[in-house]
């Protein structure tokens, strides 16, 4: 009776982890910008950070030459003065890759020259793994006046102003988008 309620508890375990496993996600920090000083400063980094899901046991992978990059953990008060003095941990062989094994806030920088000044900093939160989550309800069409009441034109930091434009918003098939110039 025991080496069965052993088992049933083996199990119960296993298929856990193998859920925890599964539910594992890897991120590439950027994408295909990867780890650099962005051109138009940290907002790069902030849009691709609130279109993504962070949970614990994900990994965060930093791409970037390493002759020129590097990237560090560091806290809270660190990140926001661009201070490398003491970092939590510093990597400077790409790709580096964090595991993210704790709820709560990460800070990453990097430290060569004013990079950190320039907007190669990256602050992302991490929940519980937070299971599936149901279908939205379906809505009409919506209209967009692209780039709001600028309109359409070749801005400063070029594609990044019109993906900080769109980064908050979902667009579905029937939705309208009107282009001023």
Known sequence: MARGLGLAILAITA????????SQT??????????????????AYQIWADTQTFTVGDILVFKF????????RVTKEAFKSCNSTNPISLKSNSPANFTLDSIGEYYFIGTKEDHCTFGQKLAINVTEYPGPTPSPAPRG????????KLGWFVPPGGPLFYSAWAY?????VGDNLGMKS
């Open 141 to 148: 069409p919506v209209s967009y006046a692209v780039g709001d």
């Open 168 to 172: 908050d918003k979902t667009f579905e």
């Open 65 to 72: 030459s390493d002759e020129n990059q590097d990237v560090a």
């Open 15 to 22: 298929a856990g982890l193998l859920q925890l496993i599964a």
């Open 26 to 43: 890897t991120h590439i920090v950027g994408d295909g910008l990867g780890w650099l000083v962005p051109p138009g400063g940290p907002i």
